[in-house]
Every structure is written in structure tokens, then in C-alpha cells.
């Protein structure tokens, strides 16, 4: 939820627009149970909401049904922590407890933290059509857009409803036969 983008303001709380949160909870057949990068701003509205300095997300139980997270984007040096950090408890949070996770990240597809945590574990993807996403500043809308392309990633079994509810907001795509490809390339280039 504070994704620190120093670039377009010094504000560090960029919340999630509401269509995006009425859609995940559509997904979620209308509960989320957790959102582990929440604010005193935030309209997610989560069952369980952890917010820093209090609750460091990273740190505290993932044992929830259902997962929201719009993780801070930039590096926080306080902490020593980045978006790979959030993207492996996702990823984390289905394989342990079987939760279903939505995430809502930049699109980084050449860096290792996708590789590792997207690509071989997650279900779908939707490339975001909102090329500038404008996230909440605060809470309300109209801030700048988004410096970066988005993505909303899921990890789960219902794919779809993932796809039936982010067909209308993106490109869908089914990754779930990715793992198995990807794991059989990476034995091939060790071979190599």
C-alpha cells in the first residue's frame, strides 16, 4: 500500500483505486481476510490490516483464506526489505496455508523475483489496461498516475473467476502450466 514512488510525490501512501478493490473481492466472493500492507487510509477494508511501524507485514502470520496486498514498491531501507520480499510470502501463503492471494504490482517480468515467484507459482496474471494507474493519495482519488505498467497477480485455484472478474480490467493470462515448463528449462540450461 505505500509504494514510496519518490518520483511522483513524497507522499508514501498509494492506496488502491475502489473498482480494483470491488473486483477483488468479487474474486473473494466478498471477504478479505488479509491485507498485510494496509494504512490508516486504506479502503481495503480487510478483516486482519497490518500497517507499519506497529505490524510489519513481512513479519507477522499469512494464515489467512483470503490475501490482499499492494505491496511497497520501492526499497525500504529501514527494514532492508523490497517487492521480491512481498512477492515470495505470496507465493508463501498458498503453497503453506492454501490461501488464495491477489497482488497488486508493478510488471517486472525480467527480474528474478517474478521468475521465482510469479512465473513458477502463481495462476494468472492480468496486465492492467490502465497504463498509468492512478493509485489514493491519502485515501482519495486523483493523484498521478503510475510511473510503471501494473499487474494484478494471483495465486489460487479459482482461476476462473479470476479470469471472469479481470477480463473486464485487463489481459488475462493462465500461467498455471508455466511451472511445470519452467522448472524443466531451468534443468535444461543447467545441463547446458
Avoid at 9 to 23: F, L, M, Q
Avoid at 30 to 37: R, S, T, V, Y
Avoid at 84 to 96: G, H, T
Avoid at 115 to 125: C, D, L, M, R
Wanted: proline share 5%; net charge positive; hydrophobic share 35%.
Amino acid at each position: 500500500m505505500t509504494a514510496g514512488r519518490k518520483n511522483n510525490s513524497d507522499n508514501k501512501d498509494w492506496g488502491t483505486p475502489p473498482k480494483y478493490v470491488k473486483a477483488i473481492k468479487r474474486v473473494f466472493r466478498e471477504k478479505i481476510n488479509l491485507d498485510p500492507c494496509s494504512s490508516e487510509y486504506s479502503v481495503v477494508h480487510a478483516e486482519t490490516e497490518y500497517q507499519l511501524p506497529e505490524h510489519d507485514g513481512l513479519k507477522e502470520s499469512w494464515d489467512y483464506s483470503t490475501i490482499f496486498v499492494n505491496p511497497p514498491y520501492g526499497r525500504d531501507r529501514d527494514r532492508n526489505t523490497g517487492i521480491k520480499d512481498w512477492l515470495k510470502r505470496c507465493a508463501e501463503a498458498n503453497r503453506k496455508h492454501g490461501s488464495e492471494v491477489i497482488a497488486l504490482v508493478p510488471v517486472a517480468t525480467n527480474t528474478s523475483h517474478w521468475k521465482q515467484n510469479v512465473f513458477t507459482k502463481a495462476s494468472a496474471i492480468c496486465f492492467l489496461y490502465d497504463t498509468r494507474l492512478k493509485f489514493l493519495e491519502k485515501g482519495k482519488p486523483g493523484g498521478k498516475g503510475a510511473p510503471m505498467s501494473c499487474a494484478m497477480i494471483y495465486w489460487g485455484e479459482n482461476y476462473d473467476e479470476f479470469f471472469k472478474v479481470f477480463m473486464d480490467f485487463g489481459a488475462v493470462v493462465d500461467i498455471q502450466n508455466l511451472k511445470d515448463e519452467i522448472i524443466g528449462l531451468n534443468r535444461k540450461q543447467t545441463k547446458l
